[in-house]
C-alpha cells in the first residue's frame, strides 16, 4: 500500500497546458492525414506525440498541420505568438498515459513528448464536445471555415517565388517591410529542388529578417527557433535551412550570434556539413571574431574527401586569419577539385586550389607578411 501511494505521488497525469483539462492517450492518425500520433484537448489545442523527444521539429509540424485540418498551405502561413500558442510537455509515456518527472520508469527510460499547438481566434478546430475522445476526423471534412480574413494584402506565394527565382532583392525588402509572414513563405522555398533558388531564398531570408528584426527581433528569432527545430529531423528540414540560418545571423549578429553553436554542430553531421560550412562563411564574412574560438573545426576539415567541404573551410579559415591552417592550405594549392560559390544570386565554379591560394594570402597579408 505505502509503494502504491509513493507511486501516485511521483507520477501525474497528463493534462492540457492551455487549460488544465485532462487529455486522451494520442491515437494513431488516419491513413493520409499526419505521421505522429495526435490527439485534441476539449479547449481546441492539439497534440502530437513524439516517441523520442529528439524530434521535436517534426513534432511542432504534425501538431499545426492537424490544428489546421491538414491544410499545409495555412499552416505555413501562421505565425507564432501572433496566430497560435505552443507548449511542450516533456517526460510523456504513452503506454501507461502518464508524465514521469524522473524520466524513468518500470526500468524503462521515459523520453516522449507532446508538443501542443492552440490556434487563436476562429478558423481552426473547434472545441469539441465533452463525449468525444481521443483522435477525431470528423474534424477534417469538407465543411471547413474559411481562413481568417487579414486587413493587409500580403504577398502570394507565386509572387515570392518569383521575386526571388528573378533575384528582385529590393522589392522583396519593400514586401517584407508590409508583410511580417514573409519569412515563413520564403522558408517553403529552401526545399526547392533548384540549388540557385534555394540559396537566393536563404540569401534572402537574412535580408528581410534584418528588415523586421528593427522592429520585431522576437519575431525573427521564433522564425530562426523553427528552423533549428527542423534540423533535428531531417525529413521535415529543407536542404536549404542550414543556409537560411546562417543568413539570419550574418545580417543580425547583435540579435543572433548566440545560435551559431547549433551550425557548428551540423559540422559533424556529413548530410548538413556543406549547408552549414557555406552559413559560417557569411557569418566569417561580417564577423570573422564570432568564429575564431572554433578555427580548430575549421581546420580540420581542410583535410575532408568532399572537394566543396576543404573549399569552403579554405575560404572560412582566410577570413579568420587562422595561422595555423597554413600548412594544411599549403597542401590544397595544387588542387584542381571544383565547388560552387554562391554570390550575389549565382553559384560561380571555383577550385579548390584557387580559394586556399586566396585563403593564404589574406593570412599572410594579416599578419604583415611573414
Avoid at 37 to 48: K, Q
Avoid at 54 to 63: E, K, T, V
Avoid at 172 to 197: F, P, Q, T, V
Avoid at 223 to 237: C, E, M, P
Wanted: aromatic letters at 8%.
Amino acid at each position: 500500500m505505502e509503494g502504491r501511494v509513493i507511486l501516485r505521488d511521483y507520477v501525474k497525469k497528463p493534462v492540457c497546458p492551455f487549460c488544465g483539462l485532462d487529455i486522451d492517450r494520442p491515437a494513431e492518425p488516419a491513413a493520409g492525414t499526419v505521421e505522429m500520433p495526435v490527439g485534441e484537448c476539449r479547449c481546441g489545442a492539439v497534440y502530437a506525440y513524439d516517441a523520442t523527444g529528439h524530434n521535436l521539429g517534426a513534432a511542432f509540424l504534425n501538431a499545426l498541420v492537424f490544428a489546421c485540418r491538414l491544410d499545409w498551405e495555412r499552416a505555413w502561413d501562421m505565425l507564432p505568438g501572433e496566430d497560435y500558442g505552443e507548449e511542450i510537455v516533456h517526460n510523456y509515456d504513452r503506454q501507461y498515459h502518464l508524465i514521469i518527472p524522473g524520466a524513468f520508469f518500470e526500468g524503462r527510460k521515459i523520453g516522449g513528448a507532446l508538443y501542443f499547438i492552440k490556434l487563436k481566434g476562429e478558423g481552426g478546430r473547434s472545441p469539441r464536445s465533452r463525449e468525444a475522445t481521443g483522435c477525431h476526423t470528423d474534424y477534417l471534412g469538407k465543411n471547413n471555415p474559411s481562413p481568417v480574413v487579414r486587413e493587409k494584402k500580403r504577398i502570394s506565394k507565386g509572387e515570392l517565388e518569383t521575386l526571388v527565382r528573378d533575384y528582385q532583392v529590393e522589392s522583396l525588402l519593400e514586401a517584407a517591410r508590409h508583410d511580417r509572414k514573409i519569412l515563413w513563405g520564403l522558408g517553403r522555398l529552401l526545399c526547392a529542388g533548384d540549388e540557385s533558388l534555394r540559396l537566393r531564398a536563404a540569401e534572402m531570408i537574412g535580408a528581410a529578417s534584418a528588415v523586421i528584426a528593427r522592429e520585431d527581433p522576437g519575431r525573427v528569432a521564433e522564425f530562426l527557433k523553427s528552423l533549428i527545430n527542423s534540423l533535428a529531423d531531417t525529413g521535415s528540414s529543407g536542404r536549404g535551412t542550414p543556409d537560411a540560418i546562417g543568413a539570419i545571423i550574418s545580417h543580425s549578429t547583435e540579435n543572433y550570434a548566440g545560435y551559431l553553436p547549433y551550425l557548428i554542430r551540423l559540422l559533424k553531421d556529413e548530410a548538413m556539413r556543406s549547408g552549414a560550412l557555406r552559413a559560417l562563411e557569411r557569418v566569417a564574412a561580417i564577423r570573422p571574431d564570432l568564429l575564431r574560438p572554433w578555427s580548430g573545426h575549421f581546420v580540420q576539415c581542410l583535410a575532408a574527401a568532399d572537394p566543396e567541404t576543404r573549399g569552403l573551410a579554405a575560404m572560412i579559415t582566410g577570413r579568420l586569419g587562422a595561422v595555423e591552417a597554413e600548412n594544411p592550405l599549403e597542401q590544397l594549392l595544387e588542387d584542381r577539385s571544383a565547388f560552387g560559390v554562391y554570390k550575389d544570386g549565382r553559384v560561380c565554379p571555383q577550385t579548390v586550389g584557387q580559394v586556399a591560394r586566396a585563403a593564404l594570402e589574406r593570412i599572410r597579408a594579416g599578419r604583415g607578411g611573414q
